[in-house]
Nanobody
Framework: VQLQASGGGLVQTGGSLRLSCAAS????????TAWFRQAPGKEREFVSS????????VYADAVKGRFTISRDDAKQAVYLQMSDLKIEDTAVYYC??????????????????WGQGTLVTVSS
């Protein structure tokens, strides 16, 4: 599975961005997919995940109510709609898939394939 994250950029506080995670490979299967982020000098942290079926999603407390994860399997893509962005949302955002799980794990060790990351910078 190859993953390509895109959609990052520079935005002011209170603004919005939509990140995309495009999957490719010989045979596409809808896997549980998550977004993680890593801010400068900090460890990678869980942001949100969506189950393979799309009927279950989980959010970190820091983004709950502001971010929405969704998937479009016809386009082989998972999205992260980010609204009301804050300075502390500045980070490189990574998407990842967990072929071994049907639920929505939050631990990075559960995810076997990772995209290259896309930078989100929120300025005041």
């Amino acid at each position: 599975v190859q993953l390509q994250a895109s959609g990052g950029g520079l935005v002011q506080t209170g603004g919005s961005l939509r990140l995309s995670c495009a999957a490719s490979g010989r045979t596409f299967r809808p896997y549980t997919t998550a977004w993680f982020r890593q801010a400068p000098g900090k460890e990678r942290e869980f942001v949100s995940s969506i189950s393979w079926s799309g009927d279950s999603s989980v959010y970190a407390d820091a983004v709950k109510g502001r971010f929405t994860i969704s998937r479009d399997d016809a386009k082989q893509a998972v999205y992260l709609q980010m609204s009301d962005l804050k300075i502390e949302d500045t980070a490189v955002y990574y998407c990842a898939v967990a072929p071994r799980y049907r639920a929505t794990p939050t631990a990075s060790r559960s995810y076997d394939f990772w995209g290259q990351g896309t930078l989100v910078t929120v300025s005041s």
